[in-house]
């Protein structure tokens, strides 16, 4: 039998992660307030990606997408300012890691596949070198079906008022129940 384990947090204003419902093992919603809170989950989320990690954001035009990954780009320790790559796919982001035995620090891919006709389309921006160099976040990813590795952490952004938004984390695989269990501990 299966068994569902619901609660929710409430913190103040100035709490990372305003209000969270453990859907279960896998999955967490959160409700963010305003752009700020969104920003400090990303930033939260960001600080703990590493290379070869995937981040998949699904919502509407204007549901928060790239409010999220400037705070993840800020948590990742990126140089470079954020803004959507609609029109030319992939932004990369740089940071300011000391170079160690020789090596080139590791890049934030920002993906947007809105633009995308086709999924040999998708198959050219090769994502398994974007992973082997950094982390990669993927706006619109329902558009890449067969393209994204199984385990990833799936983020479903709703916009439900005027600055507030419902997010809905799910992970698959042990690498992504370890970033929402970070996320969890903040609650």
Same mark, same amino acid.
């Given at each position: 039998?299966?068994?569902?384990?619901?609660?929710?947090?409430?913190?103040?204003?100035?709490?990372?992660?305003?209000?969270?419902?453990?859907?279960?093992?896998?999955?967490?919603?959160?409700?963010?307030?305003?752009?700020?809170?969104?920003?400090?989950?990303?930033?939260?989320?960001?600080?703990?990606?590493?290379?070869? =990690?995937?981040?998949? &954001?699904?919502?509407?035009?204007? *549901?928060?997408?790239?409010? +999220?990954?400037?705070?993840? $780009?800020? !948590?990742?320790?990126?140089?470079?300012?954020?803004?959507?790559?609609?029109?030319?796919?992939?932004?990369?982001?740089?940071?300011?890691?000391?170079?160690?035995?020789?090596?080139?620090?590791?890049?934030?891919?920002?993906? =947007?596949?809105?633009? &995308?006709?086709?999924?040999?389309? *998708?198959?050219?921006?090769? +994502?398994?070198?974007?992973? $082997?160099? !950094?982390?990669?976040?993927?706006?619109?990813?329902?558009?890449?079906?067969?393209?994204?590795?199984?385990?990833?952490?799936?983020?479903?952004?709703?916009?439900?008022?005027?600055?507030?938004?419902?997010?809905?984390?799910?992970?698959?695989?042990?690498?992504?129940?370890?970033?929402?269990?970070?996320?969890?501990?903040?609650?």
């Amino acid at each position: 039998m299966y068994v569902s384990t619901f609660f929710r947090v409430y913190l103040p204003p100035h709490g990372i992660i305003p209000s969270m419902l453990a859907v279960d093992s896998h999955t967490i919603e959160i409700t963010s307030r305003n752009p700020e809170q969104t920003r400090r989950i990303g930033e939260r989320l960001g600080g703990a990606l590493q290379t070869g =990690d995937i981040l998949c &954001l699904q919502g509407d035009l204007g *549901a928060g997408k790239t409010t +999220l990954v400037q705070g993840i $780009a800020q !948590g990742w320790g990126s140089l470079d300012s954020v803004s959507s790559p609609t029109f030319i796919l992939v932004n990369a982001y740089r940071r300011a890691d000391e170079k160690k035995g020789g090596t080139t620090p590791p890049l934030l891919f920002h993906m =947007d596949a809105y633009r &995308l006709d086709s999924a040999s389309e *998708a198959e050219e921006l090769d +994502l398994d070198s974007m992973l $082997a160099e !950094g982390a990669l976040i993927v706006e619109w990813p329902e558009r890449m079906p067969g393209l994204i590795p199984t385990e990833n952490l799936w983020l479903t952004i709703e916009h439900t008022g005027e600055t507030e938004r419902e997010m809905k984390f799910t992970a698959s695989g042990k690498r992504y129940e370890e970033l929402l269990k970070l996320l969890r501990e903040d609650a």
